[in-house]
């Protein structure tokens, strides 16, 4: 995928699958697994969340394709913005190559990752759990799930509107800058005039208030009530999809601020099959709880 702007590249991600040894200097080798090596990523268009949109992409590309590790090489700097990205969610620096270069690895094999995730969730945090395994989460008991109606024109500029894309060439050639840079962006924001409390870690279940259903599902990292303009405007950043008069709109009323890390797209549950497996009454007119037994129910139609 490249992005150019008056003939010069500005965005790039190249990538490949392998299944090779990784030789290491001081530490032990790699023994070969189903992997994509992350060849280049380079982003020097500042503001438009196009490292978070490659990442995300390129590890829901491992998935679908059912391997087992993803990885890079890359020589740190200091301040390394790529760095910082890459180990929020779930990159380890396991040794380096001969020259001095860091490997970093992250494993994505569904059995092993659903495993780590049962094991670790007496020791950490869901919130914890879901960046360093994203976009796997923990969903146990232990969290609570909240559906969250979300209007049709806030949806269309908070989330890519196809489930997949066979590769990034499906995006064009250009338009990722041309998107919401909220759409590309993993931390999401949402305001609500609801006043139901959330805790980090909880699983927000968006529907479609036009298309009626269930589509997208995020993970609340951090939540704010009652928020005035200037504190609301510095809180959602770019990562919202409001304009400012609307955020001073908002920050005259009660507000609900959740910031939230967007784990993908599942299959539309529609809001027939909602009723007949009584997992609602009818369309949801704010955010409401969802008991566990109801969210399992749920998570059997995706």
Do not use: C
Request: without cysteine; hydrophobic residues 35%; charged residues 35%.
């Amino acid at each position: 995928m490249v992005y150019r702007e008056n003939k010069r590249i500005k965005a790039l991600l190249i990538y490949k699958e392998e299944k090779e040894i990784i030789e290491l200097d001081k530490q032990e080798n790699l023994p070969p697994k189903k992997r994509v090596k992350i060849a280049t990523m380079i982003v020097t268009i500042e503001g438009y969340k196009i490292g978070e949109f490659f990442l995300s992409w390129i590890l829901k590309y491992s998935l679908d394709k059912n391997l087992e590790e993803i990885y890079l090489t890359h020589f740190i700097k200091s301040d390394d913005s790529l760095v910082h990205l890459i180990k929020e969610y779930g990159f380890d620096e396991v040794g380096r190559k001969y020259d001095n270069e860091s490997v970093f690895v992250k494993g994505i094999s569904k059995k092993i990752v659903e495993s780590r995730i049962n094991d670790l969730i007496h020791e950490e945090s869901a919130l914890f759990l879901a960046k360093k395994f994203y976009p796997k989460f923990y969903d146990g008991k232990k969290v609570n799930k909240f559906i969250v109606p979300i209007q049709p024109e806030y949806h269309k500029k908070l989330f890519l509107q196809k489930r997949k894309h066979t590769t990034l060439y499906d995006f064009g050639d250009s338009n990722l800058r041309d998107y919401p840079i909220s759409m590309n962006a993993i931390k999401k924001a949402y305001i609500s005039k609801s006043k139901i409390n959330l805790e980090e870690g909880d699983i927000l279940l968006f529907y479609e208030t036009d298309k009626k259903g269930i589509g997208d599902i995020g993970i609340v990292e951090s939540f704010y009530k009652d928020l005035k303009f200037k504190d609301l405007s510095e809180t959602i950043g770019k990562r919202s999809v409001y304009s400012i008069n609307e955020l001073k709109e908002k920050s005259k009323k009660n507000n609900l601020v959740i910031l939230f890390i967007y784990m993908g797209k599942t299959d539309k549950i529609s809001l027939e099959k909602l009723i007949n497996e009584k997992i609602l009454n009818g369309p949801p007119q704010s955010i409401q709880k969802l008991s566990h037994d109801k969210y399992l129910k749920l998570r059997d139609l995706r």
